[in-house]
Structures are given as structure tokens and as C-alpha cells.
């Protein structure tokens, strides 16, 4: 995990849709003992845009090509550390909307990606509201998004 100024974590993510599913990446929270899950994108690197560093952590993590929209959604949050001893985490998180160029390898159901430690899934948007997405006013946003009739989802896009 890479550390940026004063220990403040820049993280783009990308909201992708399809087939009336979401894109996320499951994991789980050793020091809170629960799983989670959360949008594709990660860290931004030092004189990369947050734009490019989406595209890139998706062709990273899961060797596809997205093209990157609007900036639609900005969240801060202060987590506790990952492990029992690491200290709070905060970040601020932006969140674009995002279209597949390219969809994610598979192999059955699942999502293949050549990190071993992502789990990536889709996610019917059905499920959204008990699902523990995280950051959770990016959750909120989302359902705030799914029940507006301007924002409707829609296949690729929301």
C-alpha cells in the first residue's frame, strides 16, 4: 500500500455496469473480522491523473480496458488500520462513472484476475442495499442513483 501526503490515500474508483450488475472487489477485514467489497480502481500514483490511474488499475487487476467518464462522487473516510496493529487509514476516494471496451476473463463464474489476492465478482444491483460496500456513502450514492429515475441504471453505464 502505497502512502501519500501526511498519510492521506488518493483512490479512484469506477462505477461498471452490466447486465443489471455492478463490478466489485471482494475482500475482507482482518482487523474488523468481516468481508466487504468495493469498486474497482486503488491508489493513484504522483503525476498520474485520477482518470489514468483508473484505467490502469483496471488493466492491472483485471486486463480490461474501461473508458473513463465524469467524476461523479467524492468521499472521505478515516478506517481503521488493516491489520491489528496498523494505524487509521484516511482516504479520499473519487468516483467516476465507467463502460467496458473490453469485459473480464472468466472461467465459469468466476472473475479471473492475474492478482491473486483480488476477487472480483459482479454484484446484482438488486443485492446493493444489503451489501457491505464500502466506502458507505459510495453505497449510498449508489442506491440514491439506482431509485432516481434521472440517474436510472442502465446496461455499460449508470
Known amino acids: 500500500m502505497k502512502k501519500h501526503d501526511c498519510g492521506r490515500e488518493l483512490i479512484a474508483r469506477v462505477i ?3 447486465d443489471d450488475c455492478l463490478l466489485v472487489n471482494q475482500g475482507f477485514s482482518k482487523k474488523l473480522g468481516r468481508e466487504y467489497v468495493a469498486l474497482p480502481g486503488g491508489h493513484v500514483d504522483p ?3 485520477c482518470a489514468q490511474a ?3 488499475e483496471c488493466d492491472e487487476e ?3 480496458e474501461v473508458s473513463v467518464g465524469d467524476l ?3 468521499s472521505e473516510q478515516i478506517y481503521a488500520g488493516r491489520g491489528q496493529s496498523d494505524e487509521a487509514r484516511h482516504e479520499l476516494t473519487l468516483v467516476f462513472r465507467g463502460e467496458l471496451k473490453t469485459h473480464p476473463s472468466r472461467d465459469g463464474d468466476q472473475i479471473l484476475s492475474p492478482e491473486a489476492s483480488k476477487n472480483f465478482r459482479w ?3 438488486s443485492q446493493l442495499p444489503d451489501a457491505p460496500l464500502l466506502p458507505r456513502a459510495v453505497k449510498q450514492f449508489l442506491l440514491n442513483e439506482a431509485a432516481s429515475p434521472r440517474y436510472a441504471f442502465a446496461d455499460e453505464t449508470l
Do not use: M, T
Request: glycine share 6%.
Open 16 to 18: 461498471l455496469v452490466h
Open 62 to 64: 483485471l486486463q480490461i
Open 47 to 49: 503525476g498520474e491523473s
Open 72 to 74: 461523479v462522487f467524492v
Open 123 to 125: 454484484l446484482p444491483l
Open 54 to 56: 483508473v484505467a490502469r
